[in-house]
């Protein structure tokens, strides 16, 4: 049980050997093209528009916080933009929506998948929307930056955001099981929900540098993944591990290649961004996005805790996490968000993660290795029950820890996600103790 009396019990409990033993089981066996203009017909991208109209394989209106906060700021954000540089095309939505809508898929079907996402909803699934829109991950990204008024404050032209997004979708593999291209937009919708339902911009002071970084943060975060760990690349001397000298290989590797894809200037977003913001965006997108690696996890969860509000009355106020800090966690947060969404994605992505984890085994086995970790070899899978096991496993040990330490600094959380980690739970407690494969978590569908 995963369940806490107090904010000590837990942080006891996160830092036991136990813990820390079954986190080191998951994860201790924890690749640039030359870009070409797009030709273009009507203004927009053939290449943009085939990627966004080609069948999938794998599988816009509402009140914006940052209006909210628009009379405010708008000022202070409009002067962090070079306005020569700013593309005018920035009605980046209703764009997507006109050039996406077909016979088959109108523009009211797609106005309801914006409006899915930008409330947050519980029923939304990437899976789902990858079943009529051939592009996941720039319809999140599109309606998303459009939400929180980024296009317009940082004169983001839907043309360039759609070139931008497509490169970096084409920068995932899609050969990989988990981590590709569904997984960015799971992440970044897994992001503004944790905004969104949270009161997190206003609670932080959060302004549209902040917005622009945690957004873009989240689409880029595992860009070009190779779907092997952090362990087998240190392990083998990979040249990926020998640039990063072992030290959050894949994470300094995500955060450079995105950054260097902006160095084509058709996809450079940040073009009108003026150079001292942009130095502050990129610095903290990085950050962000090496907070993003397991092994800082139980660290975040100890600072949260020890960071988290005391109760009014309180003799004394514990010191504030520093919000860039604040931030990164909450990029974690998002990253293994899933399995307190929905539980049909959810299930999904625990078994892809699981074939993506076995084809790593393979791996080690194909190079001799004679002693594959049980969470990668699929010989020693253990059926349906056992793998329901890990999952409870993780769940107790390293989502409701984290979930449960966030809502201590944002409490609206906590009555929204914790009844869905707990069905979750209640879902992989079952299939676990029915020891057969009924009811189990879905294969994956290649």
């Given at each position: 049980?995963?369940?806490?009396?107090?904010?000590?019990?837990?942080?006891?409990?996160?830092?036991?050997?136990?813990?820390?033993?079954?986190?080191?089981?998951?994860?201790?066996?924890?690749?640039?093209?030359?870009?070409?203009?797009?030709?273009?017909?009507?203004?927009?991208?053939?290449?943009?528009?085939?990627?966004?109209?080609?069948?999938?394989?794998?599988?816009?209106?509402?009140?914006?916080?940052?209006?909210?906060?628009?009379?405010?700021?708008?000022?202070?954000?409009?002067?962090?933009?070079?306005?020569?540089?700013?593309?005018?095309?920035?009605?980046?939505?209703?764009?997507?929506?006109?050039?996406?809508?077909?016979?088959?898929?109108?523009?009211?079907?797609?106005?309801?998948?914006?409006?899915?996402?930008?409330?947050?909803?519980?029923?939304?699934?990437?899976?789902?929307?990858?079943?009529?829109?051939?592009?996941?991950?720039?319809?999140?990204?599109?309606?998303?930056?459009?939400?929180?008024?980024?296009?317009?404050?940082?004169?983001?032209?839907?043309?360039?955001?759609?070139?931008?997004?497509?490169?970096?979708?084409?920068?995932?593999?899609?050969?990989?099981?988990?981590?590709?291209?569904?997984?960015?937009?799971?992440?970044?919708?897994?992001?503004?929900?944790?905004?969104?339902?949270?009161?997190?911009?206003?609670?932080?002071?959060?302004?549209?540098?902040?917005?622009?970084?945690?957004?873009?943060?989240?689409?880029?975060?595992?860009?070009?993944?190779?779907?092997?760990?952090?362990?087998?690349?240190?392990?083998?001397?990979?040249?990926?591990?020998?640039?990063?000298?072992?030290?959050?290989?894949?994470?300094?590797?995500?955060?450079a290649e995105a950054f260097?894809?902006?160095?084509?200037?058709?996809?450079?977003?940040?073009?009108?961004?003026?150079?001292?913001?942009?130095?502050?965006?990129?610095?903290?997108?990085?950050?962000?996005?090496?907070?993003?690696?397991?092994?800082?996890?139980?660290?975040?969860?100890?600072?949260?805790?020890s960071s988290a509000p005391?109760?009014?009355?309180?003799?004394?106020?514990?010191?504030?996490?520093?919000?860039?800090?604040?931030?990164?966690?909450?990029?974690?947060?998002?990253?293994?968000?899933?399995?307190?969404?929905?539980?049909?994605?959810?299930?999904?992505?625990?078994?892809?993660?699981?074939?993506?984890?076995?084809?790593?085994?393979?791996?080690?086995?194909?190079h001799g290795s004679d002693?594959?970790?049980?969470?990668?070899?699929?010989?020693?899978?253990?059926?349906?029950?056992?793998?329901?096991?890990?999952?409870?496993?993780?769940?107790?040990?390293?989502?409701?820890?984290?979930?449960?330490?966030?809502?201590?600094?944002?409490?609206?959380?906590?009555?929204?996600?914790?009844?869905?980690?707990?069905?979750?739970?209640?879902?992989?407690?079952?299939?676990?103790?029915?020891?057969?494969?009924?009811?189990?978590?879905?294969?994956?569908?290649?």
């Amino acid at each position: 049980d995963a369940s806490f009396s107090s904010t000590e019990e837990m942080k006891a409990v996160m830092i036991s050997q136990e813990m820390r033993d079954y986190f080191a089981a998951i994860f201790a066996t924890d690749v640039a093209e030359e870009e070409r203009p797009p030709s273009r017909e009507d203004g927009v991208s053939s290449d943009v528009r085939q990627r966004l109209r080609a069948p999938q394989r794998n599988t816009l209106t509402g009140s914006s916080p940052m209006r909210r906060v628009a009379g405010k700021h708008v000022n202070a954000f409009r002067r962090t933009a070079r306005r020569s540089l700013a593309d005018i095309d920035t009605d980046t939505t209703s764009l997507l929506i006109s050039q996406l809508s077909t016979s088959a898929l109108g523009e009211s079907r797609l106005a309801a998948w914006k409006d899915m996402i930008v409330r947050g909803d519980d029923d939304f699934s990437v899976f789902d929307l990858g079943s009529e829109v051939a592009d996941p991950l720039t319809f999140v990204a599109v309606v998303l930056f459009d939400f929180y008024k980024l296009n317009e404050h940082f004169g983001i032209g839907f043309e360039r955001m759609c070139a931008f997004c497509s490169a970096l979708g084409a920068g995932y593999k899609d050969s990989n099981s988990f981590h590709n291209s569904l997984h960015a937009a799971d992440v970044t919708f897994g992001l503004h929900c944790l905004l969104h339902h949270s009161g997190a911009v206003e609670l932080q002071g959060l302004e549209a540098m902040h917005l622009l970084a945690l957004l873009f943060g989240a689409l880029v975060h595992d860009f070009r993944h190779p779907g092997v760990t952090n362990a087998y690349l240190i392990a083998r001397s990979d040249p990926l591990a020998l640039t990063y000298n072992d030290k959050s290989v894949l994470e300094n590797y995500h955060a450079a290649e995105a950054f260097k894809l902006l160095q084509n200037a058709s996809l450079n977003i940040f073009q009108a961004v003026d150079a001292k913001h942009l130095r502050e965006v990129r610095a903290l997108v990085v950050r962000m996005v090496l907070a993003t690696d397991m092994s800082d996890h139980f660290a975040q969860v100890t600072e949260l805790i020890s960071s988290a509000p005391k109760e009014l009355g309180a003799e004394h106020e514990p010191p504030k996490m520093e919000r860039d800090r604040f931030l990164s966690v909450l990029m974690h947060t998002a990253d293994v968000s899933h399995p307190f969404r929905q539980l049909e994605a959810h299930l999904h992505f625990s078994a892809r993660i699981r074939d993506e984890f076995f084809a790593q085994g393979d791996l080690e086995r194909k190079h001799g290795s004679d002693k594959v970790a049980a969470m990668f070899d699929r010989e020693q899978y253990g059926g349906e029950s056992k793998f329901a096991a890990q999952q409870l496993g993780f769940i107790d040990a390293i989502i409701q820890p984290l979930l449960e330490a966030l809502a201590g600094h944002l409490p609206q959380l906590r009555p929204r996600y914790l009844p869905k980690l707990e069905h979750a739970r209640e879902y992989w407690a079952a299939v676990r103790d029915k020891g057969s494969t009924a009811g189990a978590a879905p294969e994956l569908e290649v």
